[in-house]
């Protein structure tokens, strides 16, 4: 049975691609292919997986995949809105352009970001991209990211040019919250096409490929991170709205 996604038509083929590389979400798109990965082994609770580009036109990928113990909604909102407390590596972030669509019901925004890589050698990167946040059927989230095209790049008058950085292509990435056989529990999928334009990757000595590889997709777990953190915080609130509410009734 096919099921009707609904997907944010101007970005549907990056999404599709996307969806293609969660185990949750692969059999929803038949016909797209998943990536080549190379299994790069398991830390800290998550899956890594690479395919180093081998020409200078294709981008690097890397992919993560975790359980993160809390609902969907919950992670995507973090991933979302928590942006500052996850990823270290963000030096600034301006949302440029923000809108609905009320076809599908999906956030869609501009956004450029400059990031430094914490890798040694490498200037900071800058990126424009676009991205989609959408609820698909089956509570399944999506957070979608791609790099604007060179002619929506030239309409955008607002985009900071920083000496030093360098702007960098992020090709069909993101993120995938699907539903975990634990209830209350999800996995997540983290994927990651750039080019950072150095000659190319596999040029650097492999220690920092390594590194690269490695930390990229180690972005589930500080992500989880942020996750627990948020979760205990709102558990602890809630037993001290309780323990204050018990006390008002035994003094009545």
Request: glycine share 8%; net charge negative.
């Amino acid at each position: 049975m096919t099921v009707d996604l609904h997907l944010y038509e101007p970005c549907a083929k990056g999404i599709k691609y996307l969806l293609a590389q969660s185990p949750d979400t692969e059999a929803l798109v038949p016909g797209v292919s998943e990536a080549e990965w190379e299994d790069f082994g398991r830390r800290k609770g998550v899956k890594l997986y690479r395919a180093v580009a081998e020409t200078p036109t294709e981008l690097n990928k890397t992919r993560g995949i975790g359980i993160i113990e809390a609902p969907p909604d919950f992670v995507a909102g973090v991933i979302a809105d928590d942006y500052e407390s996850w990823d270290s590596t963000i030096k600034e972030l301006k949302i440029l352009k923000s809108e609905r669509d009320t076809a599908t019901g999906a956030l869609v925004e501009i956004i450029w970001s400059r990031y430094c890589l914490q890798v040694p050698f490498l200037d900071d990167r800058d990126f424009l991209y676009r991205e989609v946040t959408q609820r698909l059927p089956g509570d399944i989230h999506i957070i979608f990211g791609q790099s604007l095209t060179a002619e929506e790049e030239a309409a955008c008058s607002d985009v900071p040019h920083q000496k030093g950085v360098i702007r960098g292509e992020m090709g069909a990435s993101g993120w995938v919250a699907a539903p975990a056989e634990t209830e209350g529990h999800s996995r997540v999928t983290y994927v990651a096409l750039t080019d950072l334009h150095i000659k190319a990757l596999k040029n650097l000595p492999k220690m920092l490929v390594d590194r690269y590889s490695t930390d990229v997709p180690l972005t589930v777990n500080d992500v989880r991170k942020v996750v627990m953190l948020k979760l205990k915080a709102q558990e602890k609130q809630a037993a001290k709205a309780s323990v204050g509410q018990n006390g008002s009734k035994a003094g009545q």
